[in-house]
């Protein structure tokens, strides 16, 4: 999270404990729950299943973007408008090849459907439930599907014109791929 000073401050957790049951032990952890007590003017969070961490984004307020680690795929589209055509564009855990075959299509499209249909009717509202019944999130704590609408930005980390196929995107990705690379050094001489 980014205070209003500028500083970038938060804590590193698993996301992957902030899954269903898992939930309980990150967000109740003292130096997370501390974190309540500074003042944010941006929080940058990733978009991966950790949906009970869009209850600091209503505690505080404040815009918030989404940090992706690979290309976009299935439900993450939809949470921030962009179009997806799974029977064009595939499924992330699809093994296929382009062009697609009429069957390839079919079964990305149906993985693709399962996938959304398992996080909007199963993950995201047990989550959000879970979140509430423990006291994490406060009572007024909106759907977390209503979160997704007000992302300011996403982050994804993919080279957009390595992307295969090409798909398009809302204004609001922005492809990083590649950002965290340091420039290359010269290969030392052998003797």
Not at 33 to 56: P, W
Not at 72 to 86: C, E, Q, R, S, T
Not at 88 to 96: D, K, L, P, R, V
Not at 135 to 161: G, Q, W, Y
Request: aromatic letters at 12%; one cysteine or more; charged letters at 20%.
């Amino acid at each position: 999270m980014t205070g209003s000073d500028g500083a970038m401050r938060g804590s590193t957790v698993n996301s992957g404990n902030c899954k269903r049951d898992g939930a309980e032990s990150v967000l109740e952890q003292p130096h997370i729950q501390a974190l309540k007590e500074e003042k944010f003017d941006l929080i940058i969070m990733s978009t991966f299943f950790n949906y009970c961490f869009l209850s600091f984004v209503h505690h505080f307020k404040v815009p918030f973007i989404y940090a992706w680690t690979t290309t976009l795929f299935g439900v993450f589209h939809d949470m921030i408008g962009n179009i997806d055509v799974p029977a064009i564009s595939g499924f992330m855990y699809s093994e296929t090849s382009f062009p697609f075959t009429f069957k390839q299509r079919l079964e990305t499209a149906i993985l693709n459907a399962i996938f959304k249909h398992s996080n909007e009717m199963n993950l995201e509202p047990k989550m959000h439930s879970m979140c509430i019944e423990r006291r994490m999130c406060p009572p007024d704590t909106p759907p977390f599907s209503e979160f997704h609408k007000n992302a300011s930005l996403i982050i994804v980390n993919s080279i957009r014109a390595l992307e295969y196929p090409p798909r398009p995107s809302m204004p609001n990705v922005i492809y990083a791929g590649g950002a965290h690379l340091k420039p290359s050094k010269k290969l030392p001489k052998l003797n």
